[in-house]
């Protein structure tokens, strides 16, 4: 079978980075959902002529069309599908959040539909809605456990269901521990049950459910990439000169 005849013809895909390759070319990282994270090609993309200058933009699906059987294929076609506008703003840096996460977290060409989907559902909201908060939240937490990153939140380090009202110990790479009251050891990161059944589900009804998801989300993420995440620095930038109402991420 040649080359060009290992064709994947109109996968939707979202675009994560695009740097630029010799004269006139890009080479992109995109997330596709039914071949995972994928290197492309795209030839002559910067010319002032190319049709794919408008389509090749982060943060909205498009389809994409590639050939090739090496680590980097070759973009053949690619069409914008739309659905929501373009994110702006502090919204554009939470967008960049997202899309490093997937970039350093997911292996090439593992397919992960549910993290396709994820990162859709997540970029709608960040669009659309204004619960800019709770949508990275839910992110996170798809993404970790998706990859298998997260631990179960179903029931404690003994098998038992965890239970609303009791206090839990998180740690990565461990299930849930109950501290024994008056034994919560300093210094460590502690949840509510009612908690962490809220970052479980993607249901934050107060305050202080979103507030325990981002401590939760955030260890997590540090533990897995102790290099750091530089679009989450620039936020956390950002939120020191923001209004109290704006401050959330």
Sequence with gaps: MSEKSRRINHEPAFLLAAVPWRESS???????????R??????????RQS??????????????????????????????L???PQPQGRVLLSGLYLNELVLKLTPREDAQPAVYDALAQALRSLCTNTAHAAALRRFEWRL????????????DINGDPVSAGRRYLIEAEQPPQPC?????P?????????????LREGVFDNGESL???????RMLLDFYLPEGIRSRHVLQQMQRFAPPALAEG
């Excluded at 408008?54 to 590639?66: E, R």
């Excluded at 050939?67 to 294929?73: D, I, L, M």
């Excluded at 300093?186 to 809220?198: K, P, S």
Aim: positive net charge.
């Design 26 to 36: 890009l080479r992109l990282e995109m997330y596709s959902r039914s071949y995972g």
């Design 38 to 47: 994928v290197s492309l090609l795209a030839r002559s993309a910067r010319k």
């Design 51 to 80: 049709e794919l200058r408008g389509v090749l933009v982060p943060f909205v699906p498009v389809s994409v069309s590639w050939y090739g059987s090496g680590e980097t294929k070759t973009l053949h076609r690619a069409e914008w």
């Design 82 to 84: 739309g659905g929501w």
């Design 144 to 155: 970790l456990t998706e990859l298998g990153y997260a631990p179960d939140l179903h029931t």
């Design 180 to 184: 024994a009251d008056g034994s919560i």
């Design 186 to 198: 300093q210094g460590v990161l502690t949840a509510d049950g009612a908690d962490l059944a809220a």
């Design 211 to 217: 507030r325990q998801a981002l401590k939760i989300t």
